[in-house]
């Protein structure tokens, strides 16, 4: 399976329900929320309640991203606001399995992400017991950073690891992922390419959007899917 997630990080913030707007009209299959804590990234950027406002806005489904230092303490709002998945970061917490419980126990996809510098491996013992993992292709915390090319590496030993379980989990890729380098991704692995900059900063994002879902589309009828 392989889609299409806009990331609203890049959108302008005044303006975020427009920017909701334009990935439904580019039949975008998800919306992708940073939610930044000023702890765990250095920047704060939004709320449980701006999650059930686009909930209540929206019919796709919000992939809430949590980079936040103790996210036991959130996950509960977050799922009573909405979010349909929810991953937050394995480096912050060593209750990961419980965590991932509660937020399945709730009904929604559970996610962990890990950063750049997270061995895969280190996902081995929960694995069975995600919806998807967030391979991190650049430091989280900020938009429009250029793709770390040595996280390829990851993303190509995680889809191996996964294939080789039969596990049904998908994987998303978070950072520097634009039109130029989808397929390339999507050979290696990705599942839901997580799309900020590449979507927002540009003139026509409706037709990005179009244009992504068309390469997503060809790779959905030609390449037998993992689940
Ligand atoms: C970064 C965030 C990303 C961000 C990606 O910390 O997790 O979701 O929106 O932005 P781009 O696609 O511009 O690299
Ligand atoms: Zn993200």
């Known amino acids: 399976m392989y889609l299409i997630a806009p990331s609203i990080l890049s959108a302008d913030f005044s303006r975020l329900a427009e920017a909701v707007a334009l990935a439904e009209q580019g039949q975008a299959d998800m919306i992708h929320v940073d939610v930044m804590d000023g702890h765990f990234v250095p920047s704060i950027t939004f709320g449980e309640k701006l999650v059930s406002d686009l909930h209540e806005k929206t019919s796709l489904p919000l992939n809430v991203h949590l980079m936040v230092d103790n996210p036991e303490k959130l996950i509960p709002g977050f ?40 061995p895969v491996d280190l996902l081995s013992d929960i694995l069975e017991e995600l919806d998807y993992v967030i391979v991190m292709t650049v430091n989280p915390g900020w938009g429009g ?13 995680l889809s191996r690891l996964i294939a080789e379980r039969h596990l049904p989990i998908l994987i998303a890729v978070d950072g520097g992922v634009k039109l130029d380098n ?46």
């Open 182 to 227: 989808l397929s390339t991704l999507f050979e290696l692995g990705m599942n839901i390419a997580i799309c900020g900059s590449s979507v927002y900063d540009t003139q026509d994002p409706v037709a990005t959007i179009r244009k992504m879902k068309m390469v997503a589309s060809e790779f959905n009828q030609r390449i037998p899917t993992k689940t």
């Open 79 to 118: 799922l009573e606001a909405g979010a349909d998945w929810l991953s937050f970061h394995l480096e912050v917490t060593a209750h990961a399995h419980r965590l991932v419980q509660v937020i399945k126990e709730a009904g929604r996809k559970a996610g962990l992400a890990i950063n750049p510098a997270t």
């Open 145 to 157: 950073q250029k793709f770390i090319p040595a996280t390829r590496n990851k993303i190509k030993t």
